[in-house]
């Protein structure tokens, strides 16, 4: 199975509508994610990115995003998607070491590192949060959909459509191409059923996607 029918089982997975054939990518006993709490998820995520962002990118320039990443994969646990803030660990992908060599105090490290475990903390507890209030499962989870077009402000630009999938105030972006791809070998009848199909689409692009520099030079979160 390739990458791209592995996505496609997680998502068929999603809403119910996994086949035999998706044993392998997709594990019955783990729970389907809502579309609110992927985005609760995505938020949580792009507001730590811009919170490593704040305190590295002067000593690290354009290269925080892959220091981010590093510093991701080497603090988090047991698959989870969040950073342990743990006060004892010194695992940090490297972090420590690209700060020193660009000129930061030891102090200035340890505060560092300090507000990255606050922040990641903060991060899971968001992530995490039970939400309150008088809309029901359905509305919360609704995802909202609409087609735009980017480009083509020069002579030789070419236009590209894309689709914005929405839930609450999270919104994610996918070329009009990708998502008529999905939309086709989607194992369901995603016209008679395109809000079940937008929700699996939703929560496919926030399990995959990424806070991006652009997200967090925004300070959203």
Same mark, same amino acid.
């Given at each position: 199975?390739?990458?791209?029918?592995?996505?496609?089982?997680?998502?068929?997975?999603?809403?119910?509508?996994?086949?035999?054939?998706?044993?392998?990518?997709?594990?019955?006993?783990?729970?389907?994610?809502?579309?609110?709490?992927?985005?609760?998820?995505?938020?949580?995520?792009?507001?730590?990115?811009?919170?490593?962002?704040?305190?590295?990118?002067?000593?690290?320039?354009?290269?925080?995003?892959?220091?981010?990443?590093?510093?991701?994969?080497?603090?988090?646990?047991?698959?989870?998607?969040?950073?342990?803030?743990?006060?004892?660990?010194?695992?940090?992908?490297?972090?420590?070491?690209?700060?020193?060599?660009?000129?930061?105090?030891?102090?200035?490290?340890?505060?560092?590192?300090?507000?990255?475990?606050?922040?990641?903390?903060?991060?899971?507890?968001?992530?995490?949060? =039970?939400? #309150?209030?008088?809309?029901?499962?359905?509305?919360?989870? @609704?995802?909202? !959909? *609409? %087609?735009? /077009?980017? &480009?083509?402000?020069?002579?030789?630009?070419?236009?590209?459509?894309?689709?914005?999938?929405?839930?609450?105030?999270?919104?994610?972006?996918? =070329?009009? #191409?990708?998502?008529?791809?999905?939309?086709?070998?989607? @194992?369901?009848? !995603? *016209? %008679?059923? /395109?809000? &079940?199909?937008?929700?699996?689409?939703?929560?496919?692009?926030?399990?995959?996607?990424?806070?991006?520099?652009?997200?967090?030079?925004?300070?959203?979160?």
């Amino acid at each position: 199975m390739d990458a791209v029918d592995a996505v496609l089982a997680r998502m068929r997975a999603d809403q119910g509508v996994a086949s035999d054939d998706d044993a392998s990518a997709a594990s019955d006993d783990v729970p389907a994610p809502s579309p609110r709490a992927l985005a609760r998820e995505h938020a949580a995520m792009r507001a730590l990115a811009s919170v490593f962002c704040e305190r590295t990118e002067k000593a690290l320039g354009r290269r925080w995003y892959s220091h981010f990443e590093a510093w991701l994969c080497a603090t988090r646990r047991d698959g989870e998607a969040f950073p342990s803030a743990r006060d004892d660990d010194e695992r940090d992908g490297g972090l420590a070491r690209s700060l020193a060599r660009a000129g930061l105090s030891t102090g200035e490290i340890k505060r560092t590192r300090r507000r990255l475990r606050e922040a990641a903390g903060k991060a899971r507890a968001n992530a995490n949060a =039970n939400e #309150r209030g008088g809309m029901d499962d359905a509305r919360k989870n @609704r995802v909202r !959909a *609409r %087609r735009f /077009e980017v &480009g083509g402000d020069g002579v030789k630009a070419k236009r590209a459509e894309k689709v914005e999938l929405a839930c609450g105030k999270v919104k994610l972006e996918l =070329n009009l #191409r990708h998502y008529e791809l999905l939309k086709t070998r989607w @194992r369901g009848d !995603a *016209r %008679r059923d /395109e809000d &079940g199909f937008h929700r699996a689409v939703f929560c496919v692009a926030a399990r995959y996607s990424r806070a991006t520099r652009r997200d967090a030079e925004r300070r959203e979160g």
